[in-house]
């Protein structure tokens, strides 16, 4: 009943932008949850890419897209997005929305503090 839907993925060369949304459906609301933003690329683990409040109040990044990716969302839509400038090959992944439904104060960084997934978006940046 909780469905979290990506959208924007595709293929960029290095360098160029890519804008990712996450929309919420059914009777899923996001406004009170943190929302996050994951990537797994082959042999890799899942790594944290980005993180939102409620609110919108906080961010946080990891430290392979600081400065590079900006989270926002727009509770009105039920939607938060990703926008990712600068791209490089090493951002090649599948990239996955997360909703943590019972969120804390601090904007969780790790995937299992995370209760919602979508089915994830390909994302394939060349050099």
């Known amino acids: 009943q909780v469905q979290l839907v990506e959208s924007g993925g595709g293929l960029v060369q290095a360098g160029g932008s890519l804008r990712l949304s996450c929309a919420a459906s059914g009777r899923t609301f996001i406004s009170t949850y943190t929302m996050g933003w994951f990537r797994q690329a082959p042999g890799k683990e899942r790594e944290f890419v980005a993180a939102?409040?409620?609110?919108?109040?906080?961010?946080s990044y990891g430290d392979s897209v600081k400065g590079r990716f900006t989270i926002s969302r727009d509770n009105g839509k039920n939607t938060v997005y990703l926008q990712m400038n600068s791209l490089k090959p090493e951002d090649t992944a599948v990239y996955y929305c997360?909703?943590?439904?019972?969120?804390?104060?601090?904007?969780?960084?790790?995937?299992?503090?995370?209760?919602?997934w979508g089915q994830g978006t390909q994302v394939t940046v060349s050099s």
């Open positions: 939102i409040s409620y609110s919108g109040g906080a961010t």
């Open positions: 997360a909703a943590d439904f019972y969120p804390s104060t601090i904007v969780a960084d790790t995937a299992p503090s995370y209760d919602y």
